[in-house]
């Protein structure tokens, strides 16, 4: 019985089930460092996504997950225990990785029959599991001839064969047209409503903004932010507020000070930054001007990816040397 | 946060349990069964390494028969029966040779290999799954195939070939079987050691035909003391009937170094593939 929990609090973490939990993650290839000491949790009951620039490290973090890179330092453990100390570890974790992890000369139905027979699940649930993906069509067909659609299909197939606890997606959306993605989105939502955790990667903030509640974002391997996806977007950002009035020169000498930008980009308007637009409605009232327009612009998600992970984006347009690191905003990592 | 919005984003799928049990290895076994008969190179190759071991040991039979008359006295004097119809190992071995490395090298190239240690992140149970698995069919498609062409072979030769009572005639038979079973076990070790198609099978020809013709070179008292114990030698002495080769190794011998290389091969794989990321 999976009991759902939407994020309980922090100090109760290792008593919950089906979590994944990495403790100063690390993976270097020769000098080179993948992932740099991760500290996170993956939660059950919601979608967490795994947001970072391509080269962040997020696969490679998520075949340590796995068991199939070794970390350099540091553990990463799921419910509890290293994933290769699980006696059925396909029913720990369902897993879709980046690349195809199938043999192209084999039939869907085959490949999903032999994975199945590692842990003695039954040729019904293949079955089953087909049909839930809808490839009952090219099931018997060469996986090698699908396209990327279908191929990610499968890959979920064989993810969700033995009902697992926790789900790690890599990158699920790419190559799908946009009802292939509907499909995940809704997919995913709906495994963690059932109480799983599911643990998603993508280099794009908008899909993740629709699917996922809760955020881990990291950049050149190193954790970014641990936060829920409305905290991000409040915290990475500064807001703007726009004001439309026709004293716009009286309000923007009123509202100067040392941590306020005011622009203005036609006679009747104002950029505000560093004052929330409650403040700027009361300072107008207090000088008796008139507003016409008072409106907090919330920065958009994808600006605060971008904000976020500016330095340490592995590979600029414009080169552009990375000083120093930004301060993650975690929460678990205490 | 709330579960709020997503109950209401989507319908949970209904929860049906699905029975699941622990990973062991004869779940893996019967995993790499299904994996092998679900490739239609495995049936491909099989064959061929079959009608080689068979269709060489019936042609050399019946074209021996034919040409018994203008045969020169110093061939006729070498002449040996039985060694003679089982002349198709020396090509059947390339063929489960480069099925054997296939059956890995596949996985690697196509990234099957991930989807495999996710099921069984132990690892090991993989490689003795497929060395058993591959074992077993080569032993029981070669032995077969090697009565066979014995058998038809003695037929062709007709009053030139002898019969399954001859001396050395059922140990050469079982000893191609067991050679090229062997052989195939190493080949999947070579897999595993070297993940590539081209670089197990470049491995194992060069092992197997490339490393005894460059001994030649070698001093002749160099050679005693190395060429009997390479894959091949150690293995042709196993099912040569005469052996006119003074430092070539008992079949007894041969069998117990063939077995060293394998063994070799074998912790060497399970060493890497325990220790590399996949």
Known sequence: MRVPSYGGPTTYEGQFPHMIEARGLTKRYGDKTAVDGLTFTVRPGIVTGFLGPNG??????????????????????????????????????????????????????????ALAATHGIANSRVDEVIDLVGLQEVARKRAGGFSLGMGQRLGIASALLADPSTLILDEPVNGLDPEGIRWIRDLLKS????????????????????????????????????????????????????????????????????????SSTAADLLEVTGVAAAQIGEVARDLGLVLHELTPQQASLEEAFMDMTRDEVEYHAAATPAPGTTAPTSRSAA | MTAGSHVAVAPAPSRATVAVSPVSQRRVLVSEWIKMRSLRSTGFTLLAAVVAMIGIGWIVGAATNSHWSSMDPRELAGFEPIGRSLAGVNLAQLAIGVLG????????????????????????????AKAALFAAVTFVLMLVSAFVAFLGGQHFLASHGTTLSAPHAVR?????????????????????????????????????????????????????????YLPSNAGSSMFTVVQDNPSALSPGTGLFVLCLWVAAALVAAAVLVRRRDA
């Open chain 1, 56 to 113: 962040a490290g997020k696969s490679t973090t998520m075949r340590m997950i796995l068991g199939l890179d070794a970390p350099t330092s540091g553990t990463v453990t799921v419910d509890g225990k290293p994933y290769r100390e699980h006696a059925k570890p396909l029913q720990a974790v369902g897993a879709l990785l980046e690349a195809r992890a199938v043999h192209t000369s084999r039939s869907a139905y085959n490949h999903l029959r």
């Open chain 1, 191 to 262: 495994l963690a409503a059932e109480g799983r955790t599911v643990f998603v990667s993508s280099h794009l903030m908008s899909e993740m903004a629709l699917t996922a509640e809760h955020l881990i974002v990291i950049g050149r391997g190193r954790l970014m932010a641990d936060t829920s996806v409305a905290d991000l977007i409040a915290g990475a950002s500064t807001t703007v507020v726009t004001v439309r009035t026709p004293q716009a020169a009286e309000l923007g000498r009123a509202l100067a000070g040392p941590d306020v930008t005011v």
């Open chain 2, 101 to 128: 490395v296939l059956f890995i090298s596949g996985e690697y190239a196509t990234g099957m290999i991930r989807a495999t240690f996710s099921a069984v992140p132990t690892r090991l149970p993989v490689i003795w």
């Open chain 2, 172 to 228: 050469a038979i079982v000893a191609v079987a067991v050679y090229l079973t062997l052989i195939g076990v190493f080949a999947v070790a070579l897999g595993f050691i070297l993940r590539s198609t081209a670089g197990g099978i470049a491995t194992l020809f060069g092992l197997l035909l490339v490393l005894p013709g460059i001994g030649q070179v070698l001093p002749a008292s160099w050679q005693t003391h190395t060429l009997p």
